[in-house]
């Protein structure tokens, strides 16, 4: 028994039992204060009932004790089942345009009940079906949901979130992203994503050289299906980074990463100008610090796979030396300028195609097939895609040019600007907010192709709060 249990004992035994539970009373009170009302608490429930002190501010993650006074001035009424859509968008694109451009996307399935704010301030309770998150470096993500109430897919921010529960169990949610991320682990799309975009280069690169001189029909015949498409999946499915994703998942899931990995290479469509953007990516340079040079090993290797691949076609040798060509002589300047005529006709057939997968998805009715179509229209996403292009232009340049150490900042916002010239205004106007975040995402992935990692401090942020670039990072990989 403790010195306390003890003292308590002695204390009852003189005073009685009820005298001291009495006395006990008037000096909880007196030090805590009158704990016998109930009142209301405001947090991720707002029903929910609770004695002082009460919550203040509920974010994704953040909370502020405050008097019980207080509470209802710092949160909005909540509507709490609505039946209207709120008139005004969920985001505010001045908030977006402060915000960073690079983020992290990962997919996720997660169905919640939100109280979210809108820019107006106007708070409603929504039922969502969250798909994809954006995650920032300065703690700020993005939801990506199908909305029950809008019928359409809506962005959230995590900053005007000032409520979350389960939609099935109705418990409340505190910290989101965790929960978010937690969740992401099992979903297959992320394993093949990330598979995908540790061979952007190659998997570009094979599809324009396997079908560019083999139907000389341009464009519309640059991708692969059947025997190439296959063969392609395999090589790249057989790689090691894909071999320690998949090696510890059990069949099933297996089958459905494999799958995800052979829709999404049967989807790609190389253009001339995407074709020469991944080749002066991968291309030798006299950049070589190391004996060990990985990108080395990867051009030998890309090169083997596509001189089997093509045994038996006429085209063969003329397509290998070509490659060589491209690949492997450091003099040859391969797409240093743009042909602006043909990248501007072949990516209007991109935006074209574009188009002909949302149109897919929005007819759809049930939610998993939705969600399927939904995916395989963002990975075919053309600001996604030109992103990618554009950023690995441009890292390469710097490159030759010796430049590199240089502001991430500009060099990002320079790759934005780009970007936006290839896009009418009305084409920009329905993009909306999803313009930077799309962008974002292209060059988080034209990062990871080029092999700048932020562990490695490919980039990062000095003493007085400038982000860099360091290319370095990349050429000692």
């Known amino acids: 028994m403790g010195l306390r249990a003890a003292a308590r004992d002695v204390l009852k035994k003189v005073f009685g039992e009820s005298f001291y539970g009495e006395l006990r009373g008037v000096y909880r009170n007196a030090r805590y204060g009158d704990r016998s009302k109930l009142e209301e608490r405001v947090s991720m429930d707002l029903k929910h009932e609770a004695p002082e002190p009460q919550w203040k501010e509920v974010g994704a993650s953040t909370y502020k004790w405050v008097p019980a ?3 209802h001035e710092a949160l909005p009424d909540v509507v709490k089942d609505p039946r209207v859509a709120p008139a005004d968008s969920e985001t505010d694109l001045s908030e977006e345009q402060n915000r960073p451009l690079l983020c992290e996307k990962f997919l996720v399935q997660d169905r919640l009940l939100i109280d979210y704010v809108d820019k107006s301030g106007n708070a409603t309770r929504r039922p969502i079906r969250v798909e994809e998150v954006y995650a920032y470096d300065d703690g700020v993500f993005v939801l990506r949901a199908w909305c029950l109430l809008r019928k359409g897919y809506r962005t959230f921010v995590s900053t005007r979130i000032k409520g979350c529960r389960d939609a099935f169990s109705k418990e409340m949610v505190f910290d989101l992203l965790s929960r978010l991320r937690k969740r992401s682990l099992s979903d ?7 598979i995908l975009d540790g061979m952007t280069l190659e998997i570009v690169i094979s599809i ?5 001189y083999s139907t000389g029909k341009g464009y519309e015949k640059r991708f692969v299906s059947g025997k190439k498409k296959n063969a392609l999946a395999d090589w790249v499915l057989k790689q090691s980074k894909a071999e320690s994703l998949l090696s510890s998942l059990d069949a099933d899931k297996y089958s459905e990463i494999e799958e995800l990995v052979r829709e999404s290479i049967g989807d790609i469509k190389a253009t001339q100008s995407s074709y020469e953007s991944c080749a002066r990516a ?3 340079t006299r950049y070589i610090f190391s004996n060990n040079d990985g990108y080395e090993v990867r051009r030998q290797a890309l090169i083997l796979f596509v001189e089997r691949a093509l045994e038996g076609e006429a085209a063969r040798d003329t397509v290998l030396t070509r490659l060589k060509q491209d690949l492997l002589d450091p003099s040859f300047r391969i797409g240093r300028e743009v042909d ?10 991109v935006k074209k195609d574009s188009k002909k997968a949302e149109k897919k998805y929005k007819r759809k009715k049930k939610p998993e097939v939705v969600s399927k179509q939904y995916r395989r229209y963002e990975r075919g996403e053309p600001v996604r895609l030109l992103a990618i292009e554009v950023a690995q232009r441009n890292l390469q340049q710097c490159l030759d040019d010796d ?37 974002g995402a292209g060059l988080s992935t034209a990062y990871c192709s080029f092999g700048l990692r932020k562990e ?6 000095d003493s007085r709060g400038k982000s860099w670039l360091d290319l370095k990072t990349r050429i000692a990989a």
């Open 69 to 71: 006074s207080q509470v």
């Open 188 to 194: 297959p799309g992320n394993v093949a994503q990330e």
């Open 208 to 212: 324009y050289t396997l079908m560019n």
């Open 282 to 284: 991968l291309k030798r």
């Open 340 to 349: 602006i005529d043909m990248f501007m006709e072949e990516f209007s057939k």
């Open 403 to 439: 430049r590199l150490l240089f502001g991430k900042d500009e060099f990002e916002e320079c790759v934005m600007r780009e970007v936006e010239f290839a896009f009418t205004e009305e084409e920009l106007k329905k993009a909306g907010e999803m313009f930077r975040k799309r962008c």
């Open 456 to 461: 490695k401090r490919s980039w990062f942020t």
